[in-house]
Each structure stands twice: as structure tokens, then as C-alpha cells.
């Protein structure tokens, strides 16, 4: 959308985006940040989207991170949790291993910090998903 499309611009590198599941506690832990709504659209597809335009930081060991589900050994994913981590590999954007399992409470923590909140229509219960800009640039000159 265009209001999307406007909050990854003006996002500076480090900055985070959270791609949260319909479910998400979006006006409470969004508070004073953009909440934009794209209830008819699933997380594959708003990942999807919004990877096609937003590099990831390179400076980071794990730019990308999702909601750990409850309850379950570190590291799980869920059938949700790994396609969109296998289209992120697939389409050449990051590597699997730059996807970290991020517990509930810890994974709240940051988006509090995060640059703004993209509720999709996901009905998945813990598809959640946080993404950290990287620069958008020209390579240097040697």
C-alpha cells in the first residue's frame, strides 16, 4: 500500500519493521509508532512484498527474527515459520541461519523498539516476524 510503501522509506538502516498475525497486540505495543493494517493479505505475502524492497542489514549476524512458538524446543518453526523463511532463501534475500527464534516476551521487547507495526490478516497463531533495515546505496567507488 502506499502508506506501507512510505513507512519503509522513511526508515533509517538498523531500523525494524514487525509483520505481526492478525492476533497481534498491535495498539498496545505500537503505541506512537505507524500501524499499518493489510487485513486481506496473509504473512507470506506481506513478506513477500515487503522484502522486495527493503534490503536487510548486512551488519547484523541475524537481520530477520520470528515469534518462537510457545512450548516448544529453541528453534522450532512452524509450517508458516518455515515457508516464508524457505521463500527468504529461495529468493536470495538471506540465509536460513540469519533467522533467529526470538521468544514471546523477548520478541515484545523489540517491538517496542521497532520502527513500526504491519498487522496483517494472518490467522496463524505465532506468525510473527521482525525485520532490520540495511542500507540502500550505490557501491562505492574504489
Not at 107 to 116: P, S, T
Request: hydrophobic residues 45%; negative net charge.
Amino acid at each position: 500500500s502506499p502508506e506501507l510503501l512510505k513507512v519503509l522509506c522513511e526508515m533509517g538502516h538498523g531500523n525494524e519493521i514487525v509483520l505481526a498475525d492478525a492476533n497481534f497486540t498491535a495498539e498496545s505495543l505500537g503505541r506512537g509508532k505507524p500501524i499499518i493494517r493489510l487485513p486481506g493479505v496473509g504473512m507470506r505475502e506481506a513478506c513477500a512484498a515487503v522484502l522486495s524492497v527493503f534490503p536487510l542489514d548486512s551488519f547484523v549476524e541475524q537481520p530477520i527474527a520470528y515469534m518462537q512458538v510457545g512450548d516448544t524446543a529453541p528453534g522450532y518453526r512452524s509450517a508458516l515459520h518455515r515457508e516464508v523463511i524457505d521463500r527468504i532463501v529461495a529468493d536470495g534475500v538471506a540465509r536460513s541461519e540469519q533467522c533467529e527464534a526470538t521468544e514471546r516476551f523477548a520478541f515484545y521487547d523489540r517491538v517496542e523498539k521497532a520502527y513500526a507495526i504491519v498487522q496483517t490478516g494472518e490467522m496463524q497463531a505465532w506468525g510473527n516476524f521482525l525485520f532490520k533495515k540495511g542500507v540502500i546505496a550505490e557501491a562505492l567507488d574504489a
